[in-house]
């Protein structure tokens, strides 16, 4: 559906009370005759229409980054995701979150604003546009160069010179091995992710490791492989040459992550084993971190 | 389900000329009719909301000339009402199978997150960049950063919000489109 001619007005008159029943009504968790005055304006009002098209997408963008509520979740999973349409949008918003996270980092000088005079032919870091008095007065800092490519080379050296600075003096500070340790056990799935079950984890303050004990699929296998995913798709952590252990009287595997890497979102750990020759993928365990 | 209430080309110029004299003013008061029918049965989780749209519309257009001279009020909601009962009908059906929500992690987030990146090439400089500072961050970091890209333009926070949303509606749109034409 072409949605982008819907919002054309610059403005919406949209109060605290409208948005929270706009949540409700898309989460399913309005009455009926709640429900049948919301859709009721909705027809009529382009405002609160707009707002709609406006809410669901800050609404899917809460779930794709772990954001939501346990109940709202579970309102947002077993009703907004019934609609194909809404689930089209889950799947864009998962892409696109990925790609806006890839892209973070990386200055441009595109921006102006619609209204704003030409922007200056000498680059400047800061998007606004560069009439805009605002965004003057809040710099407190230039940069040293006048070509951007330097200024960028610079900003980078620095980053790393930082990072690695933190880096020694985290190591010398912190004794090796894997600190406070949270341990859970994940039953496997199968290898498209509809199998198994999601538990959720709430990790404790001061955790440092995350251990999982990965109950492993009855075929036996002298080595394997895992891969942790997080909801974008990205590999957080692999591990290779993993070894059985006995877990009362089942085989199972430790797969430790370092809760540095964690963050609240759902996890997707692939599960690779070979005999001999290259891994093939087994199975998966699903968990969120909350 | 009566599905065999088709919208003839009088029926239709009919029901046109019902939501305004003016038929490109209709045409736009059609449309936007049609998308608000089909987000409400989106948002009740019925699997096929653009047929049921349609399946609203025919009947409103079937009903019209015993209507037309006694209804007083926004045709919108009389749109409304009807979609009401078409909605009533459809639950009566057999459930369709409901889809488990998508992965977090499939193939298709790949193929999409490609057609993305192609897709936003094709933004202006300027909305390219925007979409990305709009919905960087998270939390309150997310909240702030808004507050001084919205400043930074020179316009309200609203404001700032139906345009990001509109240029990710196109982008969506174009994403769409990529994935179709890959599959072709």
Known sequence: MDRTALVSNNELEISTQDREELRRYLLGQMVEADLSQVEERLMSESDLYAELLIFEDELIDQYVRGQMSETDRASFESYFLQSSEHQQKLRFAQAFSKYVDRAVGQPTNEFKAEAAPAASPVADTDYAHPASPSAKTRRFWSWPFPIPALNYALAAVVVIAIVGIAWMALRSSRPAGPGKVFEATLVPGGVVREGGEIQTISLAAGTDTLRLRLILPSEQYPNYKTVLVDSNGTSAVTRDDLTPIDTFGKKSL????????????????????????????????????? | MNKNWLLTKEAFDALLGWLDPNREVAGQKYEDIRRRLITIFSCRGCAEPEDLADETINRVANKLSAIKSSYVGDPARYFYGVANKVYLEYRRRPAPEVQPPPAPYDESVEKKFDCLERCMQKLTAENRKLVIEYYQDERQAKIDHRKRLAEQLGIAINALRIRACRVRASLQECVANCLHEAMA
């Not at chain 1, 797969?255 to 084993?273: G, K, M, N, Q, V």
């Open chain 1, 254 to 290: 430790l797969f430790d992550i370092p809760a540095t890497t964690l963050r609240p979102d759902t996890y997707r750990l692939r599960l690779s084993a070979r005999a001999t020759g290259a891994y093939e993928e087994i199975a998966s365990y699903n968990f969120r971190i909350r």
